[in-house]
């Protein structure tokens, strides 16, 4: 075999960096470098960074440190790249610094360090959806880049920019491939899912020869049609929302919304540039409900923003308790280099976001643990993601992979990852099912 040369790739990140990296592996792969996830065999490591919070800052920074120190030449991309000069005086040694979505300089870098192999007729075919990062049954669907916002918190379009939409045709031909190779479930990511289309002035393209609209509506009804889960993520909540809810209750994309709230009070959704407050959302809430009652929502929430008084914080904890939302994930605020809210007044000491943190996840428990107690005894679909020597483990349409909770299936050993499966529901814990599958006797 011919020496090809290999690409150390490290990804770090939200789902929307998985598609980057996606990307850039798929071009590697089409120019015949071979990958490795370890540095020892590599000719060169690329870093896909993350730079939302401070957190992921410092998780970059020292992945690339070590990176440098284990084998020495390094690329970095992504969107702690975005600001070179936060990498470059941490990490002088770094080769090139390229940020979101560059894939055509992170290539030249790599092209500076190892030059493609000769084509090899041998070598694996790219599949036509690319390669994955995920398991090969669920993918990230990525259709736009940036956002329109300004929420003060974040620095995301400072990062990757105004809305950049991809036309319906491109998105739909994308979803078609991937479920062609095997995707079960797709799941459709963006900054800004709602807006979709806006900065394309909702163009029309094609699909089956058909015009449709890039708009968010006529995507989900077009990717409803395929033989696959869908999943809406980050879903800015909008009123046209509303639309897509008798979708959900026709059965064409899965009834889960994960849209992202971040508060309920309507002081700090304005000091943090947000939509919305308390009494408009649970009526919201409620209409979805009366619409698509199975629906699932996740959402995400902010405590200890700068300003956040203790009636703030009750007036989010008595969201919390009447909206019952299935899913939440909470954060405590910490500023981000470069968003505006680090100017804001009245910072919170951190011991007490970690108590207002801490007083709103034992709420939800017992929410969630009460919902999860609710499904025992009904049977359910469950898309098998792993199965070992114990049983296996899934997801119902309430669960999207990573973030949500699992449906543990004890001793059941004959499936496969990607296979639907009808189950009972015998038993709930805080956040997880478990259940046993139900044979049809006809
Ligand atoms: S909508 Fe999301 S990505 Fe856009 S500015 Fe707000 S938090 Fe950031």
Redo the contacts with the bound molecule.
């Keep these: 075999m011919t020496n090809v040369p290999v690409i150390g790739f490290v990804s770090l990140g939200c789902p929307k960096a998985t598609v980057d990296s996606e990307r850039i592996l798929t071009q590697l792969k089409v120019e015949g470098y071979r990958f490795s996830g370890d540095y020892h065999d590599a000719d060169v490591v690329v870093i896909n960074t993350c730079g939302f919070i401070e957190s992921a800052v410092e998780e970059s920074l020292d992945a690339i440190g070590e990176a440098l120190e284990k084998h020495g030449k390094v690329i970095v991309t992504g969107c702690l790249g975005k600001n070179a000069q936060v990498v470059t005086s941490r990490h002088p040694g770094v080769l090139a610094v390229t940020g979101p979505h560059e894939y055509e300089a992170v290539m030249e870098a790599v092209h500076a360090v190892v030059a493609p192999p000769a084509f090899d007729p041998h070598q694996d075919l790219v599949p036509t959806s690319g390669v994955k990062l995920t398991p090969r049954h669920y993918a990230y669907l990525k259709i736009s880049e940036g ?1 329109n ?3 003060s ?2 620095i ?2 400072d990062l990757r920019g105004k809305l950049v939409s991809r036309g319906i045709t491109d998105v739909v031909a994308e979803a078609k491939n991937l479920v062609a190779d095997g995707v079960k479930e797709l799941l459709v990511v963006s ?2 899912t709602s807006a979709y289309g806006v900065d394309l002035k909702y163009r029309t393209g094609f699909v089956d020869g058909r015009p449709v609209a890039t708009r968010m509506y006529q995507l989900a009804e077009e990717l409803g049609k395929l033989d696959a889960w869908v999943r809406m993520h ?1 879903v ?1 909540p909008y009123p046209h929302v509303d639309d897509l809810i008798p979708l959900m209750r026709d059965g064409l994309i899965l009834p889960y919304l994960d849209i ?1 709230l971040q508060h309920a009070s309507k002081s700090v959704l304005g000091a943090m540039k ?1 939509p919305g407050d308390h009494e408009s959302m649970l009526e919201r809430i409620a209409g979805w409900r009366d619409v698509c009652p199975e629906i699932a929502l996740r959402s995400t929430f902010i405590v200890g923003f700068p300003g956040e008084s203790e009636r703030d914080f009750n007036e989010l904890l008595d969201f919390i308790r009447v909206a019952k939302l299935d899913r939440v994930g909470c954060f405590t605020y910490s500023d981000v280099a470069g968003a505006q809210a680090n100017h804001l007044p009245n910072h919170l000491p951190e011991e007490e976001k970690t108590r207002r943190l801490e007083a709103f996840m034992l709420l939800q428990a017992e929410i969630s643990a009460q919902k999860l107690a609710e499904k025992v005894g009904y049977e359910m679909v469950v898309l098998i993601d792993e199965v070992g020597a114990d049983g296996a483990v899934g997801r119902t349409y309430a669960d999207a992979p990573e973030v949500d909770g699992t449906v543990l299936l004890p001793g059941v050993t004959d499936v496969e990852p990607g296979m639907f499966v009808d189950a009972l529901i015998v038993g709930s814990s805080a956040y997880d099912l478990i259940a046993e599958p139900v044979f049809d006797d006809a």
């Design positions: 956002c916002h300004s929420c918190f974040c995301i379009p900054q800004d980050y800015y992202p947000r």
